[in-house]
C-alpha cells in the first residue's frame, strides 16, 4: 500500500500569516494515464470531508484561492496564503492513483 | 443541487450485520464510480471500498475483505454497504464519497456504525 505522510501534524497559526502543509507518499503517484491523482480534503470540525484541489493543484469550485497547491513525484504541498478563522481544521492528502487507495494523517490546523 | 444522503447507521453487537445507503439525488449515480470511507472516533480518514459506474469491479480494503459487500442499484440511485461479522473497530462515521480517480468532490453527510455490546 502506498503511504502518505503528512507534517506537521498540528500546525498553530496567526490570522493573516500562511500556512503550509507537506505531503510525501512512498511510491510515485503518476497514473499510466500520466496524470497524478493527489488530492487535498478538508475537514471542519463536526463536518463531513470537503475536497479542496485535485490533481495536486487544480482548485474546485468555490474554493477561495488562498489555497494552492503544488509538488509532483512523491512530495506535495498545501499552502494557505493567508489564514482565515473560517479555515480551522484538519486537512489531508489523498492518493487516487494505486488502490487501495489512502490518506495521510491528518494535519490540524488551529489558530494562535 | 448534487446530494449524498448517508443512511442505515446504529449500534449492532460484535458479530453482528448492518446495512449502510447512500442515496443521490442531483446527478445521476450510473453516471459515477462510487466510495464508502470511515472514519473512527478521533481518527483520520480510511478508505473502505469502492465500486464501479457499472457494479462490476469492486475493491475493498484489507480491513474489511471478505466481511462488507459493496452494491449500488442505479434505477434506485442508491449505493449500499452490507456489513457482517461486525467488529468493535469498525465503529466509525461511515461516508459515502462520489469518483474514483476524480476521488471525493462529493460526500454524504455520514451515517454513525457502533459496535459494542
Known amino acids: 500500500d502506498v503511504v502518505m505522510t503528512q507534517s506537521p501534524l498540528s500546525l498553530p497559526v496567526t490570522l493573516g500569516q500562511p500556512a503550509s502543509i507537506s505531503c510525501r507518499s512512498s511510491?510515485?503517484?503518476?497514473?499510466?494515464?500520466?496524470?497524478?491523482?493527489l488530492n487535498w480534503f478538508q475537514q471542519r470540525p463536526g463536518q463531513s470531508p470537503r475536497r479542496l484541489l485535485y490533481?495536486?493543484?487544480n482548485r474546485d469550485s468555490g474554493v477561495p484561492d488562498r489555497f494552492s497547491g503544488s509538488g509532483s513525484g512523491t512530495d506535495f504541498t498545501l499552502e494557505i496564503s493567508r489564514v482565515e478563522a473560517e479555515d480551522v481544521g484538519v486537512y489531508y492528502c489523498?492518493?487516487?492513483?494505486?488502490?487501495?487507495?489512502?490518506f495521510g494523517q491528518g494535519t490540524k490546523v488551529e489558530i494562535k | 443541487e448534487v446530494h449524498l444522503v448517508d443512511s442505515g447507521g446504529g449500534l449492532v453487537q460484535p458479530g453482528g450485520s448492518l446495512r449502510l445507503s447512500c442515496a443521490a439525488s442531483?446527478?445521476?449515480?450510473?453516471?459515477?464510480?462510487m466510495n464508502w470511507v470511515r472514519q473512527a472516533p478521533g481518527k483520520g480518514l480510511e478508505w473502505v471500498s469502492y465500486?464501479?459506474?457499472?457494479?462490476?469491479?469492486?475493491y475493498y480494503a484489507d480491513s474489511v475483505k471478505g466481511r462488507f459487500t459493496i452494491s449500488r442499484d442505479n434505477a434506485e440511485n442508491s449505493l449500499y454497504l452490507q456489513m457482517n461479522s461486525l467488529r468493535a473497530e469498525d465503529t466509525a462515521v461511515y461516508y459515502c464519497?462520489?469518483?474514483?480517480?476524480?476521488?471525493?468532490?462529493?460526500w454524504g453527510q455520514g451515517t454513525t456504525v457502533t459496535v459494542s455490546s
Open positions: 464519497a462520489r469518483g474514483a480517480w476524480a476521488f471525493g468532490d462529493v
Open positions: 442531483g446527478f445521476t449515480l450510473s453516471n459515477y464510480n
Open positions: 465500486i464501479s459506474e457499472s457494479g462490476n469491479t469492486m
Open positions: 511510491q510515485g503517484l503518476v497514473h499510466s494515464d500520466g496524470k497524478t491523482y
Open positions: 490533481r495536486v493543484s
Open positions: 489523498m492518493q487516487a492513483t494505486h488502490w487501495p487507495r489512502t
